[in-house]
């Protein structure tokens, strides 16, 4: 094993760690910020004391990405000093659109969001989480734009060995990048839609125990909220990623080969959902919305790329690659199929069953499996390139980093995340388990220790 090795799998620990906040952030924003409309708008206390519950949520995960995701760009200059120098000029536009525009937007406006309850106007004050969760989209489509050139690298060109940018507008409306990102943001929603979902199923129960009637309808409502949320996400990821794979059949042919575990060329391919099982012509069907279409294999195009950039092993790790397909699609689609079973369930304003309540706990660790997958489906799938065509894994790793620096780095990242992991799961437990705060009571009335007295107008019970 080598400083390269290493390097990787710092990069792919620290990345997973950090893909575990982001697509839960982007969607719960939305979601809260929803909340708080319906109680803008209806004046219903039960949706200000959701708000404020799930409020208490996003912020912790918000934090966890913040942290979590500010390790990336470092590992760019300690490891990957040589694919910096080459993409510097090309990122530059899209992080400084991310970080100046998207996160200064975000940032910016959930503090207000957090600081301003009761001394902004509530327009102005819902005005602020929807900026906040707009800025958290805009946040994840330059990031994803960025992404998407190292797959299909356009608007550029090599000078003196750094790749230049001649059309910010190319990188920006790249078509790998418009697939990619309503696919991404979509599954974030579902991942969202999950959480929300099993947050609800464990508030069911844990109100029924307790004999409380009243509760158990306010959580059935965020249920199906969630429910409806993760069907129509899970629908736009079905959609966009059947776009993504025809981008895959024409640009990206190695990592769709790989996905499959089809080595030699084949018209009319067959797609096989588990080894040893095959639908005849589904993969050229998929890929190319053709049965007949021509789908090139492992193999051939090991040989095609050797002609084209001289010696080497250009395949990927092909087991993983195809395990992280299916895992991808079956995990996402469990998810999608229990939000379309439990919206049956529950439709006509029926009581929510047992079962379904435990399922969406059970359910919990799915969608979060699926975006994981589909994130080492689409980074080690197209290896050993960090840009497509251009810059080899091999040739973008820091040539000063030692094999010990890297391996004493990871273990610190490792012990720190593990602590962070522990930290974030004990802090979602505990307000969880918690609970929305009690509705204020209405000024004048008397309390319990007040003797007939009138009771002081309760002061803002909100506090992060």
Known sequence: MDALDLARWQFGVTTVYHFLFVPLTIGLGVFVAGLQTAWHRTGKEHYLRLTRFFGKLFLINFAMGVVTGIVQEFQFGMNWSEYSIFVGDVFGAPLALEALLAFFLESTFLGLWIFGWDRLPKRVHLACIWAAAIGSNLSAYFILAANAWMKH??????????????????????????????????????????????????????????????????????????????????????????????????????????????????????????????????????????????????????????????????????????????VMVVFGLSAVALSMLGLWVTRRRRAVPRWLARATLLALPLPATAMIAGWLLSEIGRQPWTVQGELLTAASVSPGVSLRAVAFSLA???????????????????????????????????????????????APTLMY
């Open 153 to 326: 690298p356009v608007g550029y060109e090599v000078v003196a060995g750094r790749a230049r940018m001649t059309d910010v507008w190319a990188v920006l409306t790249n078509p790998t990048a418009l697939a990619q990102v309503p696919h991404v943001i979509a599954g974030a929603f579902v991942v969202a839609g999950g959480f929300v979902a099993a947050v609800s199923g464990h508030r069911i129960l844990r109100e029924r125990r307790a004999g409380r009637t009243g509760e158990p309808a306010m959580w059935r409502g965020t249920l199906r909220a969630a429910l409806v949320m993760t069907a129509i996400a899970g629908a736009v990821v079905a959609g966009t990623g059947d776009q993504s794979a025809r981008l895959l059949w024409e640009q990206q042919p190695m990592k769709l080969a790989a996905a499959e575990g089809l080595r030699h060329d084949e018209r009319g391919a067959a797609f096989s959902p588990v080894p040893g099982i095959e639908v005849p012509k589904a993969l050229s069907l998929l890929a190319a919305h053709d049965p007949d279409a021509p789908v090139q294999g492992v193999e051939d195009i090991q040989r095609r790329y050797e002609a084209a950039f001289g010696p080497g092993d250009y395949r990927p790790n092909v087991p993983v690659v195809y395990w992280s397909f299916r």
């Open 412 to 458: 610190l990242f490792t012990l720190l995340y593990g602590a962070l992991a522990v930290a974030e799961a004990r802090l979602l437990v505990r307000y969880v388990k918690a609970g929305p705060e009690p509705a204020p009571a209405p000024a004048g009335r008397p309390g319990p220790d007040d003797a007939g007295a009138a009771a002081p107008a309760p």
